[in-house]
């Protein structure tokens, strides 16, 4: 599969974040518009109950500013998702949410874990790897830039925030590190060159063919096939010319 197929804008690179972000306002909404609470919908490790919270708990928030602070970086990842690993973005966000939550439940404090940063730390380890392991230049850019955005969010894995749960964190970047690996196919691959193929010749290389052994440049012999292709071109012009009942004359010279 050529790159040119995988990097290509479509509506989907901006519908499907626009979805996404639209989902989390709208449980949001109906959060506080109905006097709810949905935090016990979230992630309580290691109970039975509590796994319901792997499907739950990213659309969950504690707060406006919580919400806020998910928004952006949610739509910018996923749409650069959709756009890059088309192929494989619908596979890295589903599984990365259930991995996620699952890893979460596992290792997690006896509290409820709520909020999409899980999925964010996904897709920003994700997209970190996977362009350093695909070595394509494209990807390689794609992830300095995911460094330079996003680079901070590395500290947060860590309990250094109370009421924060680092746990949910850590199991983002976890994950999105397992899929980078796991994750290999009709992914864009670096064009390569016929130098760089297996099955190259030197031999056969015609360029190579005008150095000799020690680099030095030699003149290859002339064909002289194309010479023979002209008379015989002008040949069959002359004969034409000849039969024409009208005007009769010919381009070659009297061999007188």
Known sequence: MQSKEHFQFSNGVI?????????????????IRFGLDFNKYGIYPQTIKGLRGVLFSPFIHSGISHLYHNTIPLFVLTA???YFYKPIAWKVVLYGIL?????????????????ASG???????????????????RLIALSL???????????????????VSWEGHTAGLITGFIFALIFRKEIAKPKKYA????????????FLKHFDENGNFIE??????????DDRVEEKVEIKKNQDPIVNYTFKPNKE
């Open 195 to 206: 130098w760089e193929e297996e099955t190259y010749n030197e031999d056969e290389d015609p």
């Open 220 to 229: 290859l012999p002339e064909i002289e096939v194309e010479n023979e292709v």
């Open 15 to 31: 519908l499907y974040p626009i979805f996404f972000v639209l989902l989390i306002w709208l449980v949001f909404w109906v959060e």
């Open 80 to 82: 650069a998702l959709f």
């Open 119 to 137: 999925l964010i730390y996904v897709l920003v380890s994700f997209t970190f790897f996977k362009g350093i392991f695909a070595r394509y230049y």
């Open 99 to 115: 991995v996620s939550g699952l890893i979460t439940w596992g290792i997690g404090r006896p509290s409820y874990h709520i909020g």
């Open 145 to 163: 830039l995911i460094v330079f955005l996003y680079g901070s969010m590395i500290w947060y894995v860590f309990p250094i925030v109370d009421g």
